[in-house]
């Protein structure tokens, strides 16, 4: 399943660096508010050291990784909402996006002006928040007349009425609507709204150099991940070897990415299983909890209304006894039927018939 996430952030807080250096994208990066004007998307890998393990065990001809694809979103000033600044495409991009990773300035650069003219990571939050609330507010006061006329004709849409009510109720006391208590069935009942701030959010705190070990407030009730745009953008001009020089050098373990790409995993309940044979070594993404066939209709619909059984095992295994064959003869390979739920670092053979 592809996944999207949309960096977002006020005018020079490090967002278009932090973007070129994930991506390793050349785009443009200046001192000027507007720097982003089209969306610039990039494809990134998932760094995975099982899936390295395995090509490792049995070189394929070929290794296909997990990515995630990052959407480069142009700037946001106050009152965005009602148009100013690239308030209309900035709301028009986020909406594409399974989720949102606000980039916010911590970092200090007298020579790279602040929006507001100080640096200041709660009021730029706050920026933000209230302008997606009040983005969405408007979406759910121009969907209620049209709700509250479709209702008259059909009952089946007043349930669809009520909670878009309700949510508005939520909107206008300043909340995101993904914090108001909802079950599963009434989230669904707001989908077609597609309101910005039901999308999952990440914070990233673009951070000096020397603050990458300090401890940070959580932001709306989150962790910020830190990250200095600076250092990304170093490491991605570097060679593997070199990049992990200076990575100890700093006192890091990964580079920030890494830690960007899992929360961004946690955050939206998702995980890895694998694929492996002579011409393909390939991860995967499905969600948690999915079943079997619904990750093998992730590799190909075919596979999922087809599916007969599937063999199955561990990463861990796989890793411990070297490899498939060491695993078949140790009998930690197991046949699964449908009901099996998929678990994170399963590699994975489907058999199917059509």
Avoid at 188 to 212: C, F, G, I, Q, W
Wanted: glycine fraction near 10%.
């Amino acid at each position: 399943m592809a996944l999207s996430i949309g960096i977002v952030g006020l005018p020079n807080v490090g967002k278009s660096t932090l973007f070129t250096a994930l991506t390793r994208k050349g785009g443009v990066s200046a001192n000027y508010p507007f720097t982003t004007i089209d969306p610039n998307v990039g494809v990134v890998v998932v760094p995975d050291r099982r899936l390295d393990r395995i090509v490792e065990l049995a070189p394929p001809e070929r290794v296909v990784p997990a990515t995630v694809e990052f959407v480069d979103i142009a700037g946001l000033v106050k009152g965005a909402n009602q148009g100013e600044g690239l308030g209309n495409k900035f709301l028009a991009n986020i909406r594409e996006t399974n989720a949102v990773c606000e980039v916010v300035r911590y970092f200090s650069d007298p020579d790279v002006v602040h929006v507001s003219g100080e640096v200041d990571p709660d009021d730029d939050v706050e920026t933000i928040r209230t302008e997606l609330v009040l983005a969405d507010l408007a979406t759910v006061e121009r969907a209620i007349p049209r709700l509250e006329k479709e209702a008259k004709r059909d009952t089946a849409v007043e349930p669809v009425l009520a909670m878009t009510r309700r949510v508005g109720e939520w909107l206008g006391e300043g909340h995101r609507a993904g914090r108001m208590a909802m079950t599963a069935g009434e989230q669904s009942l707001l989908r077609d709204l597609h309101l910005l701030t039901m999308k999952p959010m990440l914070y990233v705190a673009n951070v000096d150099e020397d603050r990458l070990h300090d401890e940070l407030a959580p932001i709306d009730g989150v962790a910020p991940i830190k990250i200095c745009a600076k250092v990304e953008a170093d490491l991605a001009e570097l060679a593997a070897d070199e990049a992990a020089e200076y990575l100890g050098a700093i006192g890091l373990e990964e580079p920030g990415l890494n830690a960007l790409i899992r929360e961004a995993y946690r955050l939206l309940g998702l995980q890895s299983f694998f694929t492996h044979g002579p011409k393909e070594a390939r991860a995967w993404t499905v969600p948690i909890g999915a079943t079997a066939p619904e990750a093998a209709g992730v590799i190909h619909t075919d596979f999922q209304r087809g599916f007969i059984k599937a063999e199955v095992v561990s990463f861990a295994d796989y890793d411990r006894y070297g490899g498939e064959q060491g695993a078949r003869a140790a009998g930690t390979w197991r046949i699964e039927g449908k009901d099996y739920v998929v678990r994170d670092g399963d590699v994975i053979h489907f058999r199917f018939n059509v």
